[in-house]
């Protein structure tokens, strides 16, 4: 953990507080989409699809780019920055959490009324961590795989897309019949694609984004 842990913003509250935050959502869509043509490494983002053959290091840099701890944790301190400001444009409250796993930096922010950062189906909070990449990014120069949480949503979001991975696994092994999921983004198609490779049998992605798809096939 860094300086960055457990910082609490200051905002308060005012009478004008939801539209402050609806406005705020909408200029962080704003700003995603605007800034989608420079982030020239955004396609790694579906480094989280190219791995259907399992191999969790397809989505990595070369070893010769991997970043040290120091360098991560640089990439962590750059964002909870970025993401703390953000809360402050929002008015919002939020504890902000660091750390490294593997090869990527995650910060995470916690508190009780972040569902504003989240939007349906995760799409709020895939838009900001495009965002504080690309704020990463600008400042390193170098391309990032930090991970952003609000409020736990990834990780109960992982819990609910591996036991659905495994559901379908069991009923493609019980009836021999390929079965389509629904559209799924990047990040939760991974964990299928997992899923299903720990119940032994094979899946892999069909369509164009948003509908892309995770489908599982029976072995053989």
Known sequence: MSQHDDVVTDGGSSPDATTDQSAADGEVRAQAADVEDDLEYAEADDEDDEFEDGDDDAELPAPEERRSVRDLELEGEIAADYIEGLLDVADLDGDIDMDVEGDR???SVVGATLDELVGR???????LQEL???AVHQRTGNRTRMMLDVGGY?????????????EAAEEV?????????WPMNPFERKIVH???AAAGLRSESEGEEPDRRVVVLPVG
């Open 132 to 134: 504080t990449r690309l």
């Open 154 to 166: 990834r990780q109960r979001r992982r819990a609910e897309l591996a036991e659905a991975g495994q």
């Open 173 to 181: 092994r019980r009836t021999g019949q390929p079965k389509k999921l």
């Open 121 to 127: 189906r995760g799409e709020v909070l895939e838009a």
């Open 194 to 196: 997992d899923a299903v």
């Open 105 to 107: 930096a995650v910060v």
